[in-house]
C-alpha cells in the first residue's frame, strides 16, 4: 500500500511568489492535514480538510490556503511569499473511524523563501 | 482550548540510560493519545497509540507509555536507550466529537554514544 506522497520534494522560491504544494493521500483516506515544521518551532497546525472541505484551519493568514480534490488529495497554496516561511511542510492523512484516527505522514515538503 | 504540553524540549542521555518523556494534556473528556517520533531525516512515524483499555501502552523499539486518567498524562518510557533512538518525539491527542490532532511542541532527543 502506498504512503502519503507529497511533491515537490524541495521548492525554491523567492519572496512574494507563490507556491503550491501536494499531497496525496493513502487510499481510503478522506482527511488531510497540513502543518509547517519551521526549526525549532515543532508541528504547528495549518489546515485540516475532510471530504472535499475545510473542517479547521490554524493561527495563520488568510495567504496560506488550500482545497481538497474529489479524490481526496490536497492543494497546499501559499502566495506571497516571506522568508519565514521558509519550513518543511508536512501532510497527513487518516481514515476516520469513530475517533480512532491515527495519522499517516508523508515525507514533506521543504520550501525555500529566498 | 485544548492543548497538548511537552516538559521538555531538548533531553540528553547517554546510551543505557532510561528515559523518560512527558506529556500533559488538558480536556476533561475522553481522549485518543499518541506518540510519534520523527528520525533525522525521516519522516514522523507513529510509536504507540493509546484509544482505551490497559492504560499501559507498548509500542515499537521497546517504548511504552502509560495513560494516568486523573493526571491528565500520557509519558513516554523507555528502559535503556540506545544511540538510534536520538530523534524528536511528539505527543498528540484527539477528543472525542474532535478527530483533529492537537500535538505538542516536540522534544528533541540525543543519545551520547
Known amino acids: 500500500e502506498a504512503g502519503v506522497t507529497q511533491s515537490p520534494t524541495h521548492l525554491i522560491k523567492t519572496r512574494g511568489q507563490q507556491a503550491t504544494l501536494r499531497c496525496s493521500p493513502i487510499?481510503?483516506?478522506?482527511?488531510v492535514y497540513w502543518y509547517q515544521q519551521a526549526l525549532g518551532l515543532g508541528l504547528q497546525f495549518l489546515l485540516w480538510y475532510d471530504e472535499g472541505e475545510e473542517r479547521n484551519r490554524g493561527n495563520f493568514p488568510p495567504r496560506f490556503s488550500g482545497r481538497q480534490f474529489p479524490n481526496y488529495s490536497s492543494e497546499l497554496n501559499v502566495n506571497a511569499l516571506e522568508l519565514e516561511d521558509s519550513a518543511l511542510y508536512l501532510c497527513a492523512s487518516t481514515k476516520i473511524q469513530g475517533m480512532n484516527t491515527e495519522a499517516f505522514f508523508g515525507q514533506g515538503t521543504r520550501l525555500t523563501v529566498v | 482550548a485544548q492543548s497538548v504540553s511537552q516538559h521538555n524540549h531538548h533531553v540528553i542521555l547517554s546510551e543505557a540510560a532510561s528515559l523518560e518523556l512527558g506529556c500533559n494534556y488538558s480536556?476533561?473528556?475522553?481522549?485518543?493519545l499518541f506518540w510519534y517520533v520523527q528520525y533525522p531525516g525521516q519522516h514522523l512515524q507513529l510509536l504507540l497509540k493509546y484509544f482505551s483499555g490497559d492504560p499501559l501502552v507498548k509500542g515499537i523499539k521497546g517504548f511504552e507509555a502509560e495513560f494516568i486518567k486523573s493526571k491528565f498524562s500520557f509519558n513516554l518510557r523507555k528502559p535503556s536507550v540506545q544511540w538510534s533512538d536520538t530523534a524528536e518525539y511528539f505527543c498528540?491527542?484527539?477528543?472525542?466529537?474532535?478527530?483533529?490532532?492537537?500535538w505538542g511542541a516536540g522534544t528533541k532527543l540525543i543519545i551520547k554514544p
Open positions: 480536556y476533561g473528556g475522553t481522549v485518543n
Open positions: 498528540a491527542v484527539n477528543t472525542r466529537g474532535n478527530y483533529q490532532l492537537i
Open positions: 487510499s481510503g483516506h478522506t482527511s
